[in-house]
């Protein structure tokens, strides 16, 4: 994940988005379940309603940015073989994960 456009990179562990077909979402963001829903046109994305538990965690600080991210940063994505690229308006890639 990166925060911010040139930022360093951040590895976040257990985290996992599932894309339903009825345009929700469930997942994790490491400590915490989440889910939303979201909206793809073209290879635009958006997410809304990110809403998630609030267990505490140690790197919660790491998962709420994330969260941010994907509800008020990420508008593209990209996919390249199993990979899946989410990107901001800039086309800077801000978070990158595999298909299980």
Known sequence: M???QRASLENLSNVYIQFKT???IS???GCNSMS????VKGTSIKFHIIVSTKMACANLDKENAF???????VSAY???GKTLLL???ASNILFECEKR
Do not use: A
Not at 36 to 39: A, E, H, K, L, V
């Open 87 to 89: 990107r901001d308006g």
């Open 27 to 29: 997942g994790k963001g």
């Open 36 to 39: 939303g829903r979201f909206t």
């Open 78 to 80: 990209t996919v390249e």
């Open 2 to 4: 990166r925060r911010q």
């Open 22 to 24: 009825d345009s929700s």
């Open 67 to 73: 969260f941010r991210l994907l509800q008020s940063t």
